[in-house]
């Protein structure tokens, strides 16, 4: 299938991009490039040994995407398009609403004019809030708790509206836990701009010298070392994740969910233990308060994404590791 991915320069977008190509499909990317570079475009190409086509333009841009539909060679759309940090969000809450719902409508509009039918959406375990309990099920309702996670809710409820309109929409929507991790050949990774909001690019720069120390947001929660508990998911396994829900797409009209995770939680020292076996040295670290909104433990239940799309992670937090070194070694200052 030729496979549009919006977004697909960012860091789970480039991994799909490049599982995508292996496994023989032709892929066209758009992206803005606000929070990632045309670089790993370039280097997925190399991995791949193929080219893939891509337009560096906002999703928003109704014009632009139209005429990319126009030709009639798409044949379905990963959605990796948006504004992802947490504590930006709650900051610049207007930024986000714009960004994540405009984006999403403007592409709904085009693929609706052209008749493509099939979408799977980039998701978020945000959607969840806080679920009462630490193991994740699809079937809980969707309470999230900030901005960010409020637009991952609202797509999913306007793809469950336009699923329901009748026009023979299929919707595969992929919660994910937290992607960890880069290809083990070290060409791509996850490269933040600015300071990291999630913890392993923050490890790997503490590592390689680009930040002095780890700060640790807690160490009093109620888990076996105090501090916070998380279901990390090497981004290769969320990739084939991907692959695995293009190929079992929901019957028409439908949109369902799924949990993309390993199925079990880390704590944050366990991670920070993980990465000192990976680099072969120490990880500087100070605790500090907790962080407003963070949860003591929360993991993926993912047997629904193993039953019906037949897909389970295969990698351990030991390889997500060990690859996000590799990465950020050959790599310290990421693309740029």
Known sequence: MAILLTGGA??????????????????????NLENSSAESMHRVEELAGRSLTFGQFDVRDTDRLGKL???????????????????????????????????????LAAMDAAEVRQLVFSSSATVYGDGGEPEYVESMPRNPVNPYGQ???????????????GRGFRFSI????????????????????GVPNNLVPFVAQVAVGRRPELLVFG??????????????????????????????????????????????GWSVLDVVTAFEKACGRPIPRRVIGRRAGDLAACWANPAKARAELGWTARRSLDDAC???????????????
Do not use: C
């Open 174 to 193: 992929l919660r994910y836990f937290n992607p960890v991790g880069a290809d083990e050949s070290g060409r791509i990774g996850e490269d933040p701009r």
């Open 69 to 107: 539909f126009a030709d009639g060679s798409i044949d379905a759309v990963v959605h990796f398009a948006g504004l992802k940090a947490v504590g930006e969000s709650v900051a610049e809450p207007l930024r986000y609403y714009a960004n994540n719902i405009g984006a999403t409508t403007s592409l």
């Open 10 to 31: 960012g860091y789970v977008g480039s991994h799909t991009a490049l599982a995508l190509l292996r496994a023989g499909h032709d892929v066209v990317v758009v992206d």
């Open 151 to 165: 637009t991952k809710a609202m797509i999913e409820r306007i793809l469950e509206d336009v699923a329901a309109s």
């Open 219 to 264: 160490d009093d929660y109620e888990t076996a070392d105090g501090t916070g508990v998380r279901d990390y998911i090497h981004v290769a396994d969320l990739a084939d994740g991907h692959l695995a829900a293009l190929a079992s797409m929901p019957a028409a009209d439908r949109a369902v969910a799924y949990n993309l995770g390993v199925g079990r």
């Open 322 to 336: 060990a690859d996000a070194w590799r990465w950020q070694s050959a790599n310290p200052s990421g693309y740029s």
